[in-house]
């Protein structure tokens, strides 16, 4: 599976934007994707995943009510869209592809990455 991330950028506080992964390749086995994010001198975190046929979509708690993911099965993408977006959303933010737990609603992520797209929040 390959996965290109686009969208992200500099934003003032408040702020709003919208991070694309396009994917492609081999799904076998994938049944859900990710976003997650690192900021300097942090661990890489999930951010927010959701299945592919859209039975769930889950999110960390510091980003519930302000982002949305969602996806778009006939283009191969999934989206990130991001709004009231505050400094401490500062990272990097990365595109990937997992496996989804039903019995447990619960993320894992392969290790199917996109090279990240940076997103920067100003106060």
């Known amino acids: 599976v390959q996965l290109v991330e686009s969208g992200g950028g500099l934003v003032q506080a408040g702020g709003s934007l919208r991070l694309s992964c396009a994917a492609s390749?081999?799904?076998?086995?994938?049944?859900?994707m990710g976003w997650y994010r690192q900021a300097p001198g942090n661990q890489r975190e999930l951010v927010a995943f959701i299945t592919s046929g859209g039975e769930s979509t889950n999110y960390a708690d510091s980003v519930k009510g302000r982002f949305t993911i969602s996806g778009d099965n006939a283009k191969n993408t999934m989206y990130l869209q991001m709004s009231s977006l505050k400094p401490e959303d500062t990272a990097v933010y990365y595109c990937?592809?997992?496996?989804?737990?039903?019995?447990?609603?619960?993320?894992?992520?392969?290790?199917?990455w996109g090279k990240g797209t940076l997103v920067t929040v100003s106060s």
């Open positions: 390749g081999s799904t076998f086995s994938i049944n859900a």
């Open positions: 990937n592809a997992g496996f989804w737990d039903s019995d447990y609603d619960r993320y894992y992520g392969m290790d199917y």
